[in-house]
């Protein structure tokens, strides 16, 4: 009795053709979720576009300094100042953090402080009280009382609703603040009514 294993021809062109469609099946649904994708990516910047992103705004309102004793090469005291943050925009939140503060007297660095994470939702403002210290300072230094100066750096991260957050760092200048000295000399605090900041970004991420 002889039996025929020949291959069936109608069989073998019915699986390469459902092969042939299952993997068409998938490239069809990876190229759906690309262009689905790309599409939702669009519409998110164009909502964040519309939203207007500003970015926070600083002010030192209170800056004030104990225990300074300079000289032609040294330099000591205790810093005390309060900045207060703002969130001008209407539909967005803020965080801010990797906030590092470093206080200048003329061009001498003198310290440097971390500030802990600042969250600000939509029009809103909060006040931050910082602290530093100079023990000595080795750095050469003027005699005469130049104006001191805050620089930050700090990470400022938008978020509104379901979107993804955006990052931007930041570079704050605070200039021009003033300290008037009483009669003991080794006292001050800040001229005026307080000192705007200006910042520029340094770079921007997306999530």
Not at 25 to 40: A, D, E, G, N, S
Not at 111 to 118: H, Q
Not at 188 to 207: R, S, T, Y
């Amino acid at each position: 009795m002889d039996v025929d294993f020949s291959p069936n021809p109608a069989g073998t062109g019915t699986t390469s053709r459902s092969r042939s469609g299952s993997r068409g099946c998938v490239r069809k649904l990876i190229l759906t979720l690309v262009l689905m994708f790309v599409l939702l990516m669009a519409i998110f910047s164009i909502v964040w576009f519309v939203l207007d992103i500003q970015e926070p705004t600083f002010q030192v309102t209170s800056f004030s300094v104990s225990n300074f004793s300079v000289s032609a090469t040294h330099l000591r005291g205790k810093y005390q100042m309060e900045l207060t943050i703002a969130n001008p925009n209407k539909k967005i939140d803020v965080m801010l953090d990797h906030l590092n503060v470093l206080v200048y007297y003329g061009q001498v660095g003198l310290s440097v402080a971390a500030l802990k994470p600042v969250y600000l939702e939509n029009r809103a403002n909060k006040t931050v009280s910082m602290y530093l210290v100079v023990r000595d300072s080795p750095e050469f230094v003027r005699k005469e009382v130049p104006e001191s100066m805050v620089k930050m750096v700090v990470r400022a991260r938008f978020e509104a609703g379901i979107l993804p957050s955006k990052e931007k760092f930041l570079d704050v200048y605070c200039g021009d603040l003033d300290v008037g000295f009483f009669s003991a000399k080794d006292s001050g605090k800040l001229l005026g009514i307080g000192k705007h900041c200006h910042d520029h970004e340094v770079e921007e991420e997306d999530d």
